[in-house]
């Protein structure tokens, strides 16, 4: 049956299993799941050359990735880890905010390893593994890029130390409840939907661009998009909607800026300017909070 979204029986058997970290049983694809690949990228390579940043381009080309055919995780990391010591690491599915976080302090990015079906091509609510090897992990190869991701990491281990000195346990989880949600909101502007002012102009850098045929092209030429240079108040403060185009962007001017956003997000929730952030989506579900409150102590993690 392959390993089609929503519809793999191993993927399944996995989290039944409550196996979240896996392997990539890459016989198990079928050649449906290599035409999806095969269509995906075949599309969206004119549109990177147009509109994705340059670093992007450089990243598709240091990971040799194969066109025509899904990924084998094991060869895209044979590319990646020498130049950031990042590597894709295979999940079974959602993985809770903390311990995605930590990944990325790791120096790890969890990897769907599903892919879409080919007659679904233009829209899934959930990653697959185009979004996150075509879309993020050529970022991944950016050594500026690579360092702000580790230091997200690190705002989520802050996070869990500043939550956890609470003694109040209602008091704890509403501030957690507004960390979180500032730190998803940061994420979501930048690392899945962020512009880059380049010197070629404006181009894409987030990986929800990246890995959407419509919406890469969009996010530069649509007059119906606003596109501000990213404000740190604004964009903790910014509800987002998932299921449509974004209407809302934000630039920055490099990674270097990006890695010093990310100091900053952390120097804030410091002094608590994220424990009262405005309401709205996205959401923050029990597993989310009971990953940051239940991590395992410092040194153990």
Known sequence: MGLTTNE????EKARENGELYIVQPYELYSEENHEAWRRLFSR????????ANEHFLEGIASLSLNPDQVPRL?????FLEPLTHFKAKPVSGYVPAFMFFDCLRNREFPTTITIRRS??????????????IAGHVPM???????????????????????VG?????????????????????????????????SKAGMRVYGSGL???????E???????????PIQLEWVINQSFEIDHYQPLLFYVENFDHLFQLVDELERWMKQGKLDNVAPGEPGVNAEDLRSFLERPPAGEA
């Open 210 to 216: 990246l890995s959407s045929f419509g919406e890469i």
């Open 44 to 51: 969206l390579h004119s549109r990177w050359l147009k509109y």
């Open 74 to 78: 094991s060869d895209v990391n044979r």
């Open 119 to 132: 007659d679904q091509l233009d829209y899934l609510p959930e990653p697959d593994i185009f979004h996150d």
């Open 8 to 11: 793999a029986p191993f993927i």
């Open 218 to 228: 969009h996010s530069i030429e649509s007059a119906e998009v606003q596109r501000f």
């Open 165 to 197: 000195a609470i003694p109040d346990q209602q008091e704890r989880v509403r501030r957690l409840t507004s960390i979180i949600t500032a730190m998803a909101r940061f994420f979501w502007f930048t690392v899945e939907f962020g512009l880059m002012n």
């Open 140 to 162: 991944h190869t950016d050594p500026a890029f690579a360092d702000a991701l580790v230091r997200f990491g690190d705002c989520a281990h802050t996070a869990a130390d500043l």
